[in-house]
């Protein structure tokens, strides 16, 4: 896949998809020849069962979250973007880990990742079903918003020339993505208390608090964490005392067995 890269486009074995990508979607105007698109044309280049873009702050809670997708259920005005919060902020901290480049993403032996979205939920099944993904973003270095693409896959490996797939075609998914009028979403249905309702416990802690417990549930030491969320070790060790006093726990196993019954609890 670097041969696109590297190569003039003319030369390259992949230039016909490409061109036809890039021509094709800066004509869409529907959310139906956004679908047809991606299923498509974008999927010869970047193989992939659902589409997750997230764009906002990340340090708040207003985080907006689409999905498209050809699975039944898995598209926007379907889920309740709380759900998926764990999923996106996951994924987020992974293109920051690599230093805010597109990257692979194992997603084996994270179900607490997809716990929130499956239960209750038929289509979180589908997306529990996710084994990989390929993650790309943009920030704004004035305002600090972000915007993440992700292409998730039910195959366990993306393949080695799927990240650079992807820093090719975000511009084009991006500019389509911004024409289309905005998709219906069930967050837009719910009141502020409903969306709380949904959280449940879990409310108590912070974003960033609830970004440390996924990578301390993952096995993550706090240096590690640091790293990944750009933040110091004390940083970290003092947010982990925050976490065990809202929890009332005394360790970290403990308050990641909390938060799991907590999660199930209030799905």
Not at 129 to 145: F, K, L, N
Request: aromatic share 6%; proline share 6%.
């Amino acid at each position: 896949m670097n041969d696109l890269l590297d190569m003039p486009v003319a030369q390259s074995p992949h230039a016909a998809a490409f061109l036809r990508v890039a021509t094709r979607g800066a004509a869409l105007s529907t959310h139906a020849d956004l679908w047809r698109w991606l299923r498509d044309d974008v999927q010869a280049l970047l193989p992939h069962e659902l589409l997750l873009v997230a764009w906002g702050d990340f340090q708040s809670p207003e985080v907006q979250v689409d999905l498209v997708s050809s699975l039944p259920g898995l598209r926007t005005h379907e889920c309740r973007p709380a759900r998926l919060m764990p999923l996106v902020n996951y994924l987020r901290d992974c293109w920051v880990a690599a230093r805010h480049g597109a990257c692979r993403v194992d997603l084996r032996g994270c179900a607490e990742l997809f716990g929130a979205a499956a239960a209750g939920w038929p289509a979180g099944q589908s997306l529990a079903g996710m084994r990989s993904a390929v993650v790309h973003g943009t920030r704004d270095p004035r305002t600090g918003a972000e915007r993440i693409f992700a292409a998730l896959s039910e195959q366990a490996h993306a393949s080695e020339g799927a990240p650079a797939m992807l820093r090719l075609l975000m511009p084009f998914i991006d500019l389509a993505l911004r024409a289309m009028p905005a998709a219906p979403s069930r967050q837009q249905r719910f009141e502020r208390g409903e969306l709380d309702a949904l959280v449940g416990p879990l409310g108590t802690l912070s974003e960033r608090e609830r970004q440390i417990m996924v990578w301390v549930a993952m096995g993550k030491t706090n240096p590690e964490i640091g790293c990944i969320l750009r933040i110091s070790e004390f940083t970290v060790k003092n947010h982990m005392k925050s976490i065990f006093t809202k929890l009332d726990v005394t360790n970290r196993a403990q308050a990641v067995a909390k938060l799991t019954r907590m999660s199930g609890a209030y799905a």
